[in-house]
Nanobody, 115 residues
Framework: QVQLVESGGGLVQAGGSLRLSCAAS????????MGWYRQAPGKQRELVAT???????NYRDSVKGRFTISRDNAKNTVYLQMNSLKPEDTAVYYC?????????WGQGTQVTVSS
């Protein structure tokens, strides 16, 4: 069974930085796209950034220039470096990965940005 475990969330002041990690474990034959999504209270879950197995990245407009997604294929891990954080970035951040041709989600990690 495949599991995605996130870490790195927390409380930070506006303008600060956080780095999220998400590691896939279990019986893994292949990992294609990996990505980060977030869900704020009362809002729908939204895409933050994705990265393909070849390293092609995609970001939502509001985080471009502030967030960087990367992955370490040897460690089956995806990262999200978040800089210049804003209060509107406050949300539960979820990792998603296409592992063995199926989509898997992590349990989520809370990111809170105070003004």
């Amino acid at each position: 069974q495949v599991q995605l475990v996130e870490s790195g969330g927390g409380l930070v002041q506006a303008g600060g930085s956080l780095r999220l990690s998400c590691a896939a474990s279990g019986i893994i034959f292949s990992i294609n796209a990996m990505g980060w999504y977030r869900q704020a209270p009362g809002k729908q879950r939204e895409l933050v950034a994705t990265i393909t197995s070849g390293g092609y990245t995609n970001y939502r407009d509001s985080v471009k220039g502030r967030f960087t997604i990367s992955r370490d294929n040897a460690k089956n891990t995806v990262y999200l470096q978040m800089n210049s954080l804003k209060p509107e970035d406050t949300a539960v951040y979820y990792c998603k990965a296409r592992v063995n041709e199926y989509d898997h989600w992590g349990q989520g990690t809370q990111v809170t940005v105070s003004s």
